[in-house]
């Protein structure tokens, strides 16, 4: 005998929980999917009982079925971050919930009994060691970098760019000619992320001086930048866009610039992949770089005034 998978009443009430966070929170899809899967696997726990039935027990009974979940890709027991998330966004539900017609006979303390424990909480939030390079690793690896083609410069100009500002893989991917503005009022190059172009963090309009005395750094920018305007590139073009590889009528290899962003994180990956073992270095995630940097300056006796 087949399983129920799902109860109809408890999905009208989920329906209209995840319309209250779209539209009444402002909450994204990725978030509402997260709290879909986590009330999901709370009503798996209970055997898709109405959510009407709710009592100490079933939260009791969520969190022993979390701690003994496996995670599917390496049979490991699920992380801290994942059972306090889970849990979390079943108590918000419930707490939600206990406003709704015909649920108020939960009681607010209950719901509560999903909360985690000090330890669990802790080793939730807990942060591994970041693996980072040395700053000067980060700048022979891109003066060594190749500039012979429109592939090269524009590889070259990437991982400039991320040494300078150090935004997110997705600002990175998602940046436009127009980001790259000289301030005057500051009298620096600046990637300005505007939130309708690029894609930032909670949608922020975030602006990044760059960093440093290192013309030659700031160049490969730059130089890149007047390369691709005199290409014919507009302020609403991608800064790093797409270059597919051709052949001519006679069967040469030419690279064909389009007008498109880079499709793939994985490709940005690639691309420092490629750089750093070029100069013998292990791979470490763009995002490092904003710990090489902070560390490096830590070291120096202007230290206050760098972090700051």
């Known amino acids: 005998m087949k399983k129920t998978q799902y109860n109809r009443k408890n999905e009208i009430i989920k329906t209209q929980f995840f319309d209250m966070l779209e539209h009444a929170k402002g909450r994204d899809p990725k978030t509402i999917n997260s709290h879909a899967k986590a009330i999901h696997e709370f009503e798996k726990s209970t055997g898709f009982c ?151 963090k909670y949608a922020r309009t975030i602006t990044a001086y760059f960093i440093g005395d290192l013309q030659d750094i700031y160049d490969n920018v730059l130089n890149w930048h007047n390369y691709l305007t005199e290409k014919g590139f507009t302020e609403k073009d991608p800064l790093f866009p797409k270059i597919i590889p051709s052949f001519n009528s006679e069967g040469c290899q030419i690279l064909n610039l389009e007008k498109e962003l880079i499709k793939s994180q994985s490709t940005i990956r690639i691309i420092f992949q490629k750089a750093f073992e070029g100069n013998e270095l292990p791979y470490y995630k763009p995002h490092s770089f904003r710990h090489a940097l902070v560390r490096h300056a830590m070291q120096s006796d202007q230290s206050p005034l760098l972090i700051s």
């Open 50 to 200: 109405d959510f009407k039935t709710f009592d100490i027990k079933q939260a009791h009974r969520y969190k022993d079925h979390l701690t003994n979940k496996r995670n599917e890709r390496t049979g490991e027991p699920i992380s801290k971050s994942y059972l306090r998330n889970y849990t979390t966004h079943v108590r918000q539900f419930f707490e939600w919930l206990i406003n709704q017609k015909g649920y108020k006979s939960i009681k607010y303390d209950d719901v509560q009994h999903f909360n985690i424990t000090r330890n669990d909480r802790n080793r939730a939030s807990a942060t591994a060691y970041q693996d980072s390079y040395e700053v000067s690793e980060i700048i022979s690896t891109i003066r060594q970098m190749p500039n012979t083609n429109e592939s090269e410069m524009r590889n070259k100009a990437l991982i400039s760019l991320n040494f300078l500002t150090t935004p997110r893989i997705s600002a990175l991917q998602s940046s436009r000619m127009g980001s790259i503005k000289y301030i005057k009022h500051v009298s620096a190059w600046a990637f300005v992320q505007n939130p309708n172009w690029v894609d930032t």
